[in-house]
């Protein structure tokens, strides 16, 4: 880090997979930040002041990029070296939009909505999952309300188990789709190289697939049963197999530490 320059800062729900989005993003474009994560809830102290109360923010000299979908095209018109995520070929451009906007808005969600309705009710778990990368008193007020802060954060997905099994057949059939897409044998969504389509798939795919390398995560055989066989079935569809493989093969090493 250079004296004297302020470093864009990321702020996030450490584990969020909309903040991996982001955080993939810069490290993907070697722009360096420093991230400032926060325990859902407590996270609005970071995101109202702002007018908005999602997170990944991103926090620069000279704005507030206020999804992740704003924080790629920034990061992208940084880009040098034929690394862009979005093509020049306007028809493929159009086609990787309208895929990042659909993964965003449906795909997203409901990994989310699904993996919580594991993930809440198993206090201890929750626990390890939301609070590393947090300052430690937000650690511990989270811990110390849990009861009152689940209950907000279910509310405000509307968990329960209806819910969640929508959640469930929306992941299945954007999965279809995209398992449809591959079906030619293509190595990416559109065209010949990797674009923000594959980056929003296999990020907002991650609670699904749980790929190996992604920290937040608990370990696959530490996962209750149940979970681990709804993962295992994700995995075994192409489009689960294609998520970790990008996941794998195009995430470069994670350039923030989960040091609080
Ligand atoms: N479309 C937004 C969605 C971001 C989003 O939903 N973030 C979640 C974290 S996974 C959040 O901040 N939820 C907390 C809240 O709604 O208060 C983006 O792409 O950044």
């Known amino acids: 880090m250079r004296a004297g320059v302020t470093l864009p800062r990321l702020i996030t729900i450490p584990v969020s997979h909309y903040c991996e989005k982001a955080r993939w993003a810069l490290d993907r474009a070697l722009i360096d930040y420093v991230e400032e994560g926060h325990v859902p809830v407590l996270h609005w102290r970071a995101t109202l002041p702002r007018h908005t109360r999602t997170v990944p923010l991103l926090v620069t000299m000279g704005a507030t990029l206020k999804s ?3 924080i790629l ?3 992208d018109a940084r880009t040098t070296g034929g690394k862009h995520l979005y093509p020049t070929d306007p028809a493929h451009r159009r086609e990787v939009e309208e895929l990042e906007a659909h993964f965003d808005a449906k795909l997203g969600p409901a990994t989310r909505r699904w993996a919580y309705s594991f993930l809440l009710p198993d206090k201890r778990r929750a626990l390890e999952v939301l ?6 008193s937000e650690a511990r007020a989270f811990a110390e309300g849990y009861g009152f ?6 509310r405000g ?3 329960n188990e ?3 099994q929508r959640s469930r057949e929306r992941i299945r059939a954007i999965f279809a789709e995209v398992s449809g897409r591959l079906a030619d044998g293509r190595r990416y969504l559109v065209g010949e190289r990797f674009t923000a389509a594959d980056l929003a798939f296999a990020a907002l795919a991650i609670p699904a697939v749980a790929p190996p390398s992604f920290p937040w995560l608990p370990l696959f055989d530490r996962l209750p049963p149940t979970l681990r066989a709804e993962i295992e079935g994700f995995r075994a569809t192409p489009a689960g197999r294609f998520a970790l493989a990008i996941y794998r093969d195009e995430r470069p090493r994670m350039r923030v530490s989960l040091a609080s």
């Not at 609070?131 to 430690?136: F, I, L, N, Q, Y």
């Not at 802060?149 to 279910?154: I, P, S, V, Y």
């Open 68 to 70: 992740s979908g704003e």
């Open 73 to 75: 095209r920034w990061c």
């Open 131 to 136: 609070t590393p990368g947090v300052p430690p």
């Open 149 to 154: 802060f689940a209950k907000l954060m279910a």
């Open 157 to 159: 997905m509307g968990l």
């Open 162 to 164: 209806a819910g969640a």
